[in-house]
């Protein structure tokens, strides 16, 4: 049992689970229902069994751990190597997570070809695994691409009435970016002569093909993440796909970009990730600030989710470059905070989607009247999203605001404004939606969330709340792992001669962010302000200030080199 | 005589398919008309006995005083092009017999294009190669308007004739400018004068002649006007037909011509494959996108392949040239196994061949549509399918031998290829039925899965012994 190669069951047993339902046959009702079943269990299953991951991986170590290797195409370097280390192994475990949820969340929803779209969503599945333990490049690529065909298929078969136009758009996009990485890739694996990750992450690179490598992976995952501005086909992808879709793709895919960034751009091309700091930074706080002004616009509640999505994944990218232990830290738990919280959300909106079957804001309202309990759950999730201390979104959201300012105070300055459109256009939602007088015949016939639906928001409020007062529990698996990258960092910029940022211990500061937000806790019914929600990040950002003002000039790897 | 018996052996698959073909024309000869399935079966056989006593061919040998030349190179490509052959004679039985096309014939043309196409890859002399392209020519421009009735298919012939004559005309001018200026048409004798001191002019000239000659019949932009007119003319099997086995052999050939007595030539050549290849993606990528015809689509995807294909015979290595092997080998496969589902685009016993008479073929035929998706997304390049691997060789032979910017083209124009790949995946499987296909013969449905099955998953697994096969073929010609 102890020899199991653990992470190929992982990834492939929602594929046999996918061909098993390709079996089965017979009449359209019980094999509809024969797929659900099968697809629950596989997930369930996979999920059970990606806790063992969990359960065997070492946090203390920063290297890959749970390896596998076999000779695949040794001609081309190619090998079927496979491996976790802190910062895959928590996108592992969402993309297990979540997928019986979503099974679940389709259960009733989904009511065509229920069978190809179980099928769809467990090969899914085996793509978001498989990529995020990849080893070898190849692979890496075979299954970031791969991601693509289901999702295609989720949009296209199953989305709403621009699905089409939706599919090609989410398809061509992310296949050009891709294909630029794949060029990277070759040219990588020219200079070191394997496919092996590993090796390309020890081995220093020319710096001046780092500059172009690094902006070739940055055109694949700044498109993934999405980053403005190509962030374009992100709205079109979420409000045509399915709900489950919509999960996916906001619950683990974008955070296939984040992943990325770190892996290939920061780890691998550190020279370049110090050249391009700024045009990094100027892209995010663009996307912070901009998307949440367009979030502010729609009238369309997957649209504003979506365009929310594209701020909260600007802190990643912002956290992410600014190279500092907070600011590292902040991305990751942002990243995986966005997971449960968009995730969420986007559950929530499936559920009155599937009552009323339109998307229009303008066709809710007053719903916490007749919906008391959707209300709270919905509420719970919006204040995540919007940062309340207490919940995961602030802690994430505070750590990576804090890296930026001690890289640059202005990036973290403007990134701050954010937290205050976020805070506007989330609380708007939720009053369009459930305050005021519920007027409409249809809106007040909708009853309250049932049995299934509890049964899949309950993990993810826990996971919201675990994560919100006790962020350790989830940071101190990928801590060891974030203080290895980071110390990678700063020897190989020093090398070539360039001030490396700031140094702190990592992970630090998780605990004191997290000291004063106990007691605060979401209310139910109670509309909380405006200012209730970003006071407790804003003034703590600049009372840091001063003690990180000393390193902030040097900080800036433009400015040193 | 004994000298004159050593030759027949490196000879002696092609041989023995001449004489098969010529035993099957007096069978249907005496058979009738009635024998054409006959025929047609016992040319399948007569191929895949080729085809073992090629496995059987081993080593370098040069016959007929240096006119014909056996190595791994001509046997790899050999095989490529029987298992075309071979493939495409088995999709056409049911079309043939539905078709009024059942007649002994047939077969008999193609194995004796492919007899042809078999002396090509094995010239090494611009006259033997000359004497092979035009066996295969001849048999290819009877076979486009093997319809005679039809006056589609009739135009597609003689525009294939003429446009083939004249490009003919102008490899045989190149050749003679070679051997005016060169003294010699043997290939190695090439080789040895070239090196020994600075190239003629007017062999150059020549060499730009018979690569405009060989960039017509691989339908490489410029030449490429022919093809979408020829695919679309012809009778289905046979736009199968020319798009794999002549294709192969035909780029085989160039690489044989380029890489061996022009080798040194490599930075005049350079250029004009270049320009080709660069002209190939960009043609073939574009002009696709507008087409309604699945088999116009097919003739522009095959120029932008052939494009692909090209970049790697640009880099003038053996990466290269292995590239190109297995690129082909891929397109070859993914090519059969979608024109077998053209050719089951029926509508209530009527052939159809628009793409949107594809509309809703994952609700009525799952597998089929299925299948196509396998093919479209290999054509496309995305992983895992096949023409991923294809394309990352090519790439990474590109890449080594310098050529950024034919690379960065190729990345960015299989992107827009997939636009219209999506377009054939989006209607059969996102469009509602309008009118459900007929249920395909036996035959079509076996040679589907197989090639599907083979471009994914099955080339995941038998990937390295063919690339050691392609590699060993590469080296052969750069001993």
Not at chain 2, 11 to 39: D, K, Q, S, W, Y
Not at chain 2, 129 to 138: A, D, H, K, M, P
Not at chain 2, 455 to 463: H, N, Q
């Amino acid at each position: 049992m102890a020899d199991w190669p653990i992470l190929s069951l992982t990834t492939f047993l929602p594929s046999i689970g996918a061909l098993l339902i390709l079996l089965v046959r017979g009449e359209e009702q019980a094999v509809a229902r024969n797929a659900k079943v099968i697809a629950l269990a596989t997930s369930l299953i996979t999920f059970l069994v990606s806790l063992a991951i969990l359960m065997k991986f070492d946090p203390a170590s920063a290297g890959f751990q749970l390896v596998e290797e076999h000779s695949w195409i040794p001609a081309l370097g190619i090998q079927y190597l496979r491996g976790v280390d802190g910062i895959s192994v928590w996108f592992v475990l969402a993309s297990t997570f979540l997928t019986p949820i979503c099974v679940l969340a389709s259960w009733d929803s989904v009511e065509k070809r229920v069978k190809e779209f179980m099928m769809s969503l467990l090969l899914l599945e085996t793509m978001l695994v498989g990529m995020f333990t990849a080893l070898d490049f190849i692979l890496f690529y075979i299954f970031f691409e791969g991601v693509l065909l289901p999702m295609f298929l989720m949009i296209g078969v199953w989305g709403g009435p621009g699905r089409i136009y939706a599919a090609y758009k989410f398809f061509i996009y992310t296949f050009i970016g891709s294909v630029l990485m794949l060029l990277a890739i070759v040219a990588m694996y020219l200079q070191v002569g394997t496919m092996d990750m590993r090796v390309m992450l020890d081995h220093t690179f020319d710096p001046s093909m780092q500059k172009i490598l690094w902006l070739a992976f940055f055109a694949a995952f700044a498109v993934k993440t999405p980053m403005w501005p190509f962030h374009t086909w992100l709205p079109f992808a979420h409000v045509e796909a399915p709900t489950a879709g919509s999960v996916m793709l906001a619950g683990v895919m974008l955070k296939m970009g984040g992943y990325g960034l770190i892996r290939a751009n920061l780890q691998m091309l550190p020279i370049g990730s110090a050249t391009y700091t700024t045009l990094v930074f100027v892209m995010s706080v663009v996307a912070i600030i901009y998307t949440s002004l367009v979030a502010l616009a729609q009238t369309d509640m997957k649209k504003m989710i979506a365009y929310s999505s594209v701020a909260h994944m600007g802190y990643v990218s912002m956290g992410i470059f600014s190279a500092n232990a907070q600011g590292l830290d902040g991305a990751m738990f942002q990243m995986l905070s966005h997971t449960v919280v968009s995730a969420a959300l986007f559950l929530c909106i499936g559920v009155v989607y599937n009552r009323l079957h339109t998307r229009e804001i303008a066709r809710y309202g007053g719903m916490a009247h007749n919906m008391p309990k959707y209300a709270v759950v919905f509420m719970l999730f919006m204040l995540a999203s919007v940062g309340l201390p207490g919940t995961s979104g602030f802690v994430g959201e505070f750590l990576s605001m804090l890296g930026a300012y001690e890289a640059n105070t202005w990036v973290g300055l403007f990134a701050s404004t954010g937290l205050v459109f976020g805070a506007a256009y989330m609380l708007l939602l939720y009053r369009k939606l459930f305050y005021g007088k519920l007027e409409k015949a249809d809106v007040m016939a909708m009853p309250d969330l049932n049995a299934k639906e509890i049964i899949y928001f309950a993990p993810l409020i826990a996971v919201v709340i675990m994560m919100g007062v006790y962020p350790k529990s989830f940071s101190a698996v990928y801590a060891t792992s974030l203080d290895h990258v980071l110390a990678h960092h700063r020897e190989a910029l020093a090398a070539e001669g360039l001030t490396p940022p700031t140094a702190n211990p990592a992970s630090s500061f998780i605990p004191a962010a997290n000291a004063e937000t106990m007691s605060a806790h979401p209310a139910t019914t109670e509309t909380p302000g405006t200012e209730h929600a970003a006071e407790p990040s804003t003034p703590e950002t600049p009372a840091e200030a001063p003690a990180q003002s000393e390193p902030k000039a040097d900080a800036n790897p433009d400015a040193g080199h | 005589m004994q000298p004159v018996l050593t030759d027949l052996i490196p000879a002696l698959p092609e041989i023995f398919l001449a004489v098969a073909a010529m035993l099957l024309l007096m069978l249907g000869v005496f058979r009738g008309n009635g024998g054409a399935r006959l025929v047609s079966g016992l040319a399948v056989v007569a191929l895949v006995v080729t085809g073992v006593l090629l496995l059987r061919q081993d080593g370098y040998d040069v016959a007929f005083s240096g006119l014909y030349i056996t190595d791994s190179f001509a046997v790899f490509s050999k095989l490529l092009i029987l298992l075309g052959t071979g493939l495409s004679l088995i999709i056409a039985q049911n079309f043939i017999a539905r078709e009024d096309m059942d007649r002994f014939e047939f077969p008999v043309l193609m194995v004796l294009a492919t007899v042809g196409m078999m002396m090509m890859v094995s010239a090494n002399d611009l006259l033997s190669l000359y004497v092979g392209l035009e066996l295969q020519s001849l048999s290819l421009y009877v076979i486009a308007s093997f319809r005679r009735d039809s006056a589609k298919s009739t135009e597609a012939g003689l525009k294939y004739f003429v446009l083939g004559a004249l490009s003919s005309g102008m490899l045989l001018y190149g050749i003679s400018l070679i051997y005016g200026f060169a003294g010699t048409t043997n290939f190695i004798t090439i080789a040895q004068v070239l090196q020994a001191g600075p190239a003629p002019l007017g062999v150059i000239v020549g060499l730009v002649f018979v690569a405009a000659g060989l960039a017509f019949k691989i339908s490489a932009v410029p030449f490429h006007m022919w093809t979408p007119d020829v695919y679309e003319g012809a009778p289905t099997p046979v736009s199968a037909f020319f798009a794999v086995a002549p294709k192969v052999a035909a780029i085989c050939l160039f690489i044989r011509v380029l890489e061996g007595p022009f080798g040194s030539l490599l930075p005049q050549w350079r250029q004009v494959i270049e320009f080709c290849s660069v002209a190939s993606m960009l043609v073939g990528s574009l002009a696709a996108i507008r087409q309604s015809n699945i088999k116009r689509l097919m003739a522009y995807s095959s120029i932008a392949n052939i494009g692909y294909a090209l970049v790697g015979v640009a880099a003038g290595t053996a990466d290269g040239v292995q590239a190109v092997l297995i690129y082909m080998a891929i397109y070859l496969v993914m090519t059969v196994g979608t024109f077998a589902i053209i050719i089951a685009m029926r509508q209530k016993g009527k052939a159809v061949e628009e793409i949107a008479d594809l509309a809703g073929l994952s609700k009525t035929n799952p597998m089929l549509a299925l299948a196509l998706a396998i093919f479209m997304f290999s054509m496309a390049g995305v992983p895992p399918a096949a023409g991923f691997f294809g394309k990352l060789l090519v790439f990474m032979a590109a890449w080594k031998a310098g050529l950024y910017p034919l690379s960065i083209i190729m990345a960015l124009t299989s992107g827009i290829s997939l636009f219209y790949y999506l377009k054939v995946c989006k209607v059969s499987w996102f469009d509602d039925v309008k009118e459900p296909l007929d249920r395909p013969s036996a035959g079509l449905s076996w040679v589907v899965t197989a090639t599907a099955l083979v471009v994914f998953p099955v080339a995941l697994v038998i990937g390295t012994p063919v690339l050691n096969s392609a590699a060993a073929a590469a080296a052969s010609l750069f001993h």
